[in-house]
């Protein structure tokens, strides 16, 4: 994004496309898919970085999370996290720990951080919290929560 103009097309493209994603996790193959895509596209990138969301720290089918990220990080790519605390669920705080879960588990790589979205209604506010960081280059020194 090198502006308004840019930046706006890029938010119209993330509001159009409807949900693709039901059904079970498999974040170790979401991660190596982002990776290939990273490796494989026609732009090089002086950073590169995965955005890792999601309600749920689940992994039930493909590669196991551990060894995903040791591969995506040995690659030079940093996973940033967005744990989504509450997202459609009927129990408020499904998942009390996903943030620290984040933290252990899913993020890596230099300057790897985690925001954390308390429920659907705040996403928008942690997706611009997250990016801002993420384009300016800071690094927060220490997890990044909701108000």
Request: aromatic share 6%.
């Amino acid at each position: 994004m090198d502006g308004a103009k840019s930046a706006q097309v890029f938010a119209e493209a993330l509001i159009g496309p409807p949900r693709q994603a039901y059904g079970r996790n498999a974040i170790g193959a979401a991660l190596l898919d982002a990776k290939r895509l990273i490796e494989q596209n026609d732009f090089e990138g002086w950073r590169k970085v995965i955005d890792f969301s999601g309600d749920s720290p689940n992994s039930f089918s493909g590669p196991a999370i551990s060894t995903a990220r040791a591969e995506v990080v040995a690659s030079g790519i940093t996973i940033n996290g967005l744990p989504i605390l509450c997202r459609f669920c009927d129990t408020p705080g499904r998942y009390p720990d996903l943030a620290e879960i984040y933290e252990q588990q899913i993020i890596g790589g230099i300057g790897a951080f985690v925001v954390t979205a308390a429920n659907e209604d705040d996403l928008a506010e942690a997706i611009r919290r997250k990016l801002i960081l993420e384009i300016s280059g800071l690094e927060p020194p220490a997890n990044v929560a909701s108000n």
